[in-house]
């Protein structure tokens, strides 16, 4: 265990946690929603300091980012735990696993040290280090010292995100945050409350700050039937990320499949009818960059110039084609909104 950041002590011996928009209040030898920070004699402790349940080699697109740093590996790294409980979750075995086993002080994962991490991941020629798989906020304790030891050694730092942490968590770690993938799930509040335990509008504002911070944004909506695609909340998204974050924010839509899914398993899989409509709701409100995900090889997966529509990026699965010069069009020059 280590001492949490980002939490108060109260003279009843609760703590009150700062980490993310819960907020929870926390009494003594109780945990908070995410399971994972515990209050030990009126002081808060990250229960999975420095243990990684998960770390990998991965191409980053399979964050996914498309564009920032097309084509580079990225050194993948996670540990237990979430301040979700997404019904959808398809990382659930890892993200889940302290409630569903009721884990206590005894947390799984490999122990590891900073200077391992941004070691192997330039031995293996990574570019760039992501926070992912489950919710990087719940280890941010795990994270941050490696984030600062990443950039001195010229890596970039990516998080892969359900966008609920704190003001005071984004402020700690804009200094060394590169570019984020934000799920934005739903854009009705009572579907985020029934679906994640969490609600809209913190997520919404982090990021709005996020972008006014310089942090390069991505945005990913799994599309879960009779869920997702309800009252207008399609357009409302791509509306929220023309109008707040720039029509040149890539958009990921992607399909679910409830095989996969922790609660969900009676719900339809995303067809591609239902992707495509998506995908034009994205494309009428004025996107620049709209991908589909989670299918088969699809042209819609490439990139193309939004002035000459020439193709730039041709991605067959993980296997990518880059065509474009250095962010620019190939043919007209046009910027293509891709850090390099």
Known sequence: MQEALLYKENKNKTVDCKLCNHFCNIPENETGFCGVRKNVNGKLYSLNYNRLIARNIDPIEKKPFFHFLPGSLAYSISAMGCNFHCLNCQNW?????QRIEKLDNKFPGELIKAEEIVQDAKDNNCLSIAYTYTEPTIFLETALPIMKLAHQHKLKNVWV?????????L??????LDAINVDLKFFLDKKYKKITGGSLQPILDNLIYLKKNNVFVEITTLLIPG???????LKDIADFIVKKLGDDTPWHISKFSPEISFKLLSKNSTS?????????????AGLKYVYLGNIATDDRENTYCPECGALNIERQGYI????????????CKQSLNIII
């Open 93 to 97: 075995q890892i993200s889940q696993l």
């Open 161 to 169: 995100s359900n966008g609920f942490m704190s003001r005071e968590c």
């Open 171 to 176: 402020d700690l770690i804009f200094p060394y």
């Open 227 to 233: 869920e997702t695609n309800t009252k207008g909340q």
């Open 272 to 284: 591609i009818k239902e992707l495509e409509e998506a995908y034009q709701i994205g494309k009428d």
């Open 320 to 331: 990518i084609t880059r065509d474009d010069e250095k962010g620019l069009c190939k043919n």
